[in-house]
């Protein structure tokens, strides 16, 4: 099985089974980083669907300076961005926070639900800046420079960022 | 080493994985209580949000995303295949750049620090996504994506749509710009610079 610069390689020639594998390989992660932002699963999913889609399309774009994946998180990025923006709102927990494929956990109970649920309301109830960084550095152990990259601010506004995030998260769940 | 260190380091380290602490660190922490109390909160944080660290989609959700995705890609490769006027993919190119010179132009007239708004715009530079060039941008537009225009914009393509600009282009780019587009681009870019 080719390694992830082999498929990148392949796909950026066209070859669609080599791009499907490597969506196969981060379809989770960035759906969990884009859930994490909007905290609604649908909106994810579609929001995940367009991060993949612009990616096929501006694969010959890549030039490789940024790693894959970086360079999808921060597709998925401006795509939550654009879609809070549009939304002309911060996203909230909607009511009835749907956590559909937790029913199919047989030891999934409702306090389970109910805890993941407060959760990603903390974290969705981040201010933007604040709760992207949040989510790259400490989800997705990304380092503060590829932060500060995905979102065109310096590496010191990064950990500022994520130092006032965790405040306010231990405050909020202490 | 200071209680300060030990916290930044403690926090900036501080990931859904864990992280290994250093000599000198667990060295500090065997001393100092406030440090150790703060790792205590730490990691009490930590356990706390094990619950989300991975959020997958389910069986159902992973067959619905990759039947739309697959759907949305042949859409979109059929949207390739059909004719694009070159002029068409010209004017968009040359939208791009006009954002570019109006940022320019407005961290020159409305930002009260000059050379801070200047600076945040060369400080783009460095980012990893100066890949994108301006062709790439007009096919995504013209591959449907116009969401895509304000994020490149405002974010991070604007240090590389500044480096497009040649010495004396902004003032011609910038009458490129329609009323309705600078409106627009007033909007939405004062908040960033």
């Keep these: ?174 | 080493m200071d209680c300060q260190k030990v916290k930044d380091f403690i926090r900036d380290n501080f990931m859904s994985t864990g992280y290994d602490l250093p000599r000198d660190i667990t060295g500090h922490l065997d001393e100092c209580t406030e440090c150790r109390a703060y790792l205590e909160e730490m990691n009490i944080l930590g356990a706390k949000l094990d619950p989300i660290a991975e959020i997958s989609m389910s069986p159902e959700e992973t067959i619905d995303f990759e039947t739309g995705l697959n759907r949305a890609i042949e859409a979109a490769d059929a949207e390739q295949s059909t004719y694009v006027p070159e002029n068409r993919i010209f004017s968009l190119t040359r939208m791009a750049l006009a954002a570019a010179a109006v940022l320019i132009m407005m961290a020159v007239s409305f930002n009260s620090d000059m050379t801070n708004g200047l600076a945040v715009l060369q400080n783009m530079d460095a980012l990893q996504l100066s890949q994108v060039d301006t062709d790439d941008m007009a096919m995504m537009f013209v591959n449907g994506d116009s969401d895509l225009l304000p994020s490149l914009v405002e974010d991070e393509s604007a240090a590389y749509l500044t480096d497009q600009i040649k010495p004396g282009q902004a003032d011609d780019i910038l009458d490129a710009v329609t009323a309705e587009e600078l409106e627009w681009l007033m909007e939405n870019l004062t908040m960033e610079i």
Aim: no cysteine; glycine share 6%; charged share 30%.
């Design chain 1, 1 to 174: 099985m080719p390694d992830e610069q082999g498929l990148i390689e392949k796909a950026i020639k066209g070859d669609k089974e080599a791009f499907a594998s490597l969506v196969r390989q981060y379809q989770n992660r960035i759906f969990g980083f884009i859930m994490r932002m909007t905290a609604n699963r649908e909106t994810a999913l579609d929001l995940t669907q367009d991060t993949f889609l612009a990616a096929y399309q501006n694969l010959s774009g890549f030039r490789q300076e940024a790693s894959f994946s970086t360079w999808l998180y921060q597709i998925a990025a401006n795509k939550t961005r654009n879609f809070i923006k549009r939304s002309k709102r911060e996203v909230s927990l909607p009511v009835g926070y749907d956590q559909a494929s937790e029913d199919d956990r047989p030891d999934t109970g409702l306090e389970k639900k109910e805890q993941e649920a407060l959760l990603v309301e903390a974290i969705s109830g981040l201010p933007h800046k604040q709760r992207l960084t949040f989510n790259l550095r400490y989800f997705e152990q990304m380092k503060f420079k590829e932060i500060a990259g995905v979102m065109g601010v310096s590496v010191s506004a990064t950990k500022t960022n994520f130092a006032e995030a965790l405040a306010k998260l231990k405050k909020r769940l202490g």
